[in-house]
């Protein structure tokens, strides 16, 4: 799919997700039960649910999105990447804005969406989210019945892993076994929950979110065998 794929119809994404409480203790009864019983999956003998409670936010069902990041390529003097980003407390405003965004722009089978592990994070996830905010899947989530060469979704995960099911490489190892021209970044994905629930810092969560769409952006080129963006080949909007 990759070597037929033009860079036009490539929308690259990312997403950040927070629990949907900050703590535990602020979760009511029933939440308190299902995620007693998601974690006593996850967690050792040692840990509580309480313990386990700040990875809520990497599931669907105990999270929520605060920050959509997305960038299209187009060509003028070269190709060019422009970013722009949906975030904000109301998820459901966030979504919305997203949706609307695939609706006018990116409503037929022609055009992709990639992100990095995109297949089993990103794109279940938002789907998931935007069902349970009583939305509308716009088409190119909406995966249902579909045949796997008719779904419109590109993974860079999946296309490093040629196959390889083992095991796990991050994005940041990739951008730096191809020292690909990313802006620097001093947040974890492991952070994003704190910044948000304690600092409400969505400058430094939306940069993150950001750079991660220049890496797979900047990761397609490098697998398509293109010459990288250079950093005034890239607008934010």
């Given at each position: 799919?990759?070597?037929?794929?033009?860079?036009?119809?490539?929308l690259?994404?990312?997403?950040?997700?927070?629990?949907?409480?900050e703590?535990?203790?602020?979760?009511?009864?029933?939440?308190?039960?299902f995620?007693?019983?998601?974690?006593?999956?996850?967690?050792?003998?040692?840990?509580?649910?309480?313990?386990l409670?700040?990875?809520?936010?990497?599931?669907a069902?105990f999270g929520?999105?605060i920050?959509?990041?997305?960038?299209?390529?187009?060509?003028?003097?070269?190709?060019?990447?422009?970013?722009?980003?949906?975030?904000?407390?109301?998820?459901?405003?966030?979504?919305?804005?997203?949706i609307a965004?695939?609706?006018k722009?990116?409503?037929?089978n022609?055009?992709?969406?990639c992100a990095?592990?995109?297949?089993?994070?990103?794109?279940?996830?938002?789907?998931?989210?935007?069902?349970i905010?009583?939305?509308?899947?716009?088409?190119?989530l909406?995966?249902?019945?579909?045949?796997?060469w008719e779904?419109?979704?590109?993974?860079?995960?999946?296309l490093?892993?040629f196959?390889?099911y083992?095991n796990?490489?991050?994005l940041?190892?990739?951008?730096?076994?191809?020292?690909l021209?990313v802006?620097?970044?001093?947040?974890?994905?492991s952070?994003?929950?704190?910044l948000?629930?304690?600092?409400?810092?969505?400058?430094?969560?939306?940069?993150h979110?950001?750079?991660?769409?220049?890496?797979v952006?900047q990761l397609i080129l490098?697998?398509?065998?293109?010459?990288?963006l250079?950093?005034k080949?890239?607008?934010?909007v």
């Amino acid at each position: 799919m990759l070597d037929h794929t033009h860079l036009r119809n490539i929308l690259f994404i990312d997403i950040e997700t927070v629990p949907l409480a900050e703590h535990y203790d602020d979760l009511d009864d029933d939440s308190k039960h299902f995620w007693n019983r998601k974690s006593g999956y996850l967690r050792k003998e040692e840990e509580t649910p309480e313990d386990l409670y700040p990875q809520a936010g990497i599931y669907a069902e105990f999270g929520k999105v605060i920050c959509i990041s997305v960038g299209f390529m187009h060509e003028e003097e070269g190709w060019q990447l422009r970013i722009k980003s949906m975030y904000g407390h109301d998820e459901k405003k966030v979504l919305s804005e997203f949706i609307a965004l695939l609706n006018k722009h990116y409503n037929s089978n022609r055009y992709l969406l990639c992100a990095h592990n995109g297949k089993e994070f990103d794109f279940p996830y938002l789907s998931r989210r935007i069902l349970i905010n009583n939305l509308k899947l716009p088409a190119l989530l909406d995966v249902a019945e579909r045949k796997p060469w008719e779904i419109r979704h590109l993974d860079t995960l999946k296309l490093w892993k040629f196959g390889d099911y083992r095991n796990f490489t991050s994005l940041r190892l990739l951008v730096h076994l191809f020292k690909l021209p990313v802006p620097t970044d001093e947040v974890d994905g492991s952070q994003i929950a704190e910044l948000y629930w304690k600092n409400g810092d969505f400058e430094k969560i939306v940069h993150h979110c950001q750079t991660d769409v220049v890496a797979v952006a900047q990761l397609i080129l490098r697998f398509k065998n293109m010459t990288p963006l250079e950093e005034k080949s890239i607008t934010i909007v």
